[in-house]
């Protein structure tokens, strides 16, 4: 123990020694976690939409003020050109056209029908399929308005009516933020642990000091639990922080106990710690080590579940999202947070993220070529 009290001891004095780390550690964090939820947002607003309007009648400008009402479009042109719209999208001036045909108003009192065409600049498929979705949505409602308005008094009364009501549970509000913070912190998390864990043992190989832990009786297990501790302790005080930072800025307060979070974020951090000196253990170079690390985050993140569901995925990339220790992260914490969910609720996850702990520390430990 003696031996492993002076490594932790070494540790934490190199950590506090250099000031990068320090920054990387805890201000990169706080500002990441304070920018990325007001840019990450599932909403699409400002929708720029061109108008051609062939019938210009008071049906057909209600229609587009309808539009324009619920803040999700801005009209970039409304006139009746259809060409000049087509050069609109081509110059990215505009997202969708909406063209309103000849004796519209006519066509929809006498028949009590219509047709709208809506084209949809679909370079950008995220944008242009909910925009277009919003759009036909915002149509309907419009209809069925005007179908309420030209009924019959008498008719309105005696015809069947189907109300339904929505609620949202976990999420009443429908705060987006709610959902990609706590996701978001799971990432940073991950990010500092492994790029820094990354980093660890390289550096010491590279500035030569090693060697002298190589001929020393320092134990391979001591060595690596000397170099995962300090990291382990410093994300338990990050997500400390992260925490603080979503009651401050965005007033999120877990429904579920805090418990259940540190304890899976225990556990998880000797996952991700134990993967970062793995890539530490078998690179030659800080840089060399970087890379690693980078390439592995951006499949973490890809392949997490926080931008895109999992269950949307095809099949090859579900399974690889489930082996993913990130994905379980995300979806435990934002179970904790949104549903109240306790550890009883994730002991699946915590099981698999134990197993993980196991097999990647075990590996490391023995992946560490130590010379007496």
Not at 317 to 344: C, M, Q
């Amino acid at each position: 123990m003696r031996k492993l009290a002076f490594i932790l001891q070494k540790e934490f004095r190199q950590i506090f020694r250099n000031p990068s780390i320090i920054r990387v550690i805890f201000i990169m964090p706080i500002m990441q976690l304070i920018i990325l939820p007001n840019a990450a947002d599932y909403e699409i607003k400002n929708i720029n939409l061109h108008v051609v309007d062939h019938d210009n009648t008071s049906l057909s400008r209600r229609l587009v003020e309808n539009i324009r009402a619920t803040g999700y479009f801005k009209i970039e042109d409304y006139g009746s050109d259809r060409t000049a719209g087509l050069e609109a999208v081509e110059r990215d001036k505009a997202d969708i056209i909406l063209e309103i045909p000849n004796s519209f108003e006519k066509t929809l009192v006498r028949e009590e029908k219509a047709k709208l065409m809506i084209s949809v600049n679909a370079i950008n498929g995220v944008k242009g399929g909910l925009g277009g979705a919003y759009l036909n949505t915002m149509i309907r409602q419009f209809n069925e308005d005007i179908r309420t308005e030209w009924m019959p008094p008498a008719k309105t009364q005696q015809g069947s009516m189907i109300k339904s009501t929505s609620t949202f549970w976990f999420n009443p509000s429908m705060n987006y933020k709610f959902f990609m913070v706590p996701g978001i912190l799971v990432l940073l998390l991950t990010m500092v642990g492994s790029n820094l864990a990354a980093i660890n043992i390289v550096r010491e190989k590279e500035i030569g000091t090693i060697e002298q832990i190589n001929v020393s009786p320092v134990k391979k297990y001591q060595f690596i639990l000397g170099k995962l501790i300090p990291f382990w302790v410093i994300g338990i005080v990050v997500m400390t922080i992260g925490f603080v930072i979503a009651w401050l800025f965005y007033g999120i307060i877990p429904l579920g106990s805090y418990l259940t979070v540190y304890v899976f974020a225990a556990v998880y951090l000797l996952v991700i710690l134990g993967i970062g000196l793995l890539i530490s253990n078998y690179s030659s170079t800080q840089q060399q080590a970087m890379l690693v690390s980078f390439f592995l985050m951006m499949i973490f993140v890809l392949m997490s579940g926080l931008y895109t569901s999992i269950e949307s995925m095809p099949e090859w990339a579900k399974w690889i999202a489930h082996l993913n220790p990130v994905s379980y992260f995300i979806e435990v914490i934002r179970r904790v947070v949104l549903k109240g969910a306790s550890l009883s609720d994730v002991n699946y996850e915590l099981g698999i993220v134990f197993i993980y702990a196991i097999a990647v520390n075990t590996w490391a430990i023995i992946s560490y070529r130590k010379r007496h």
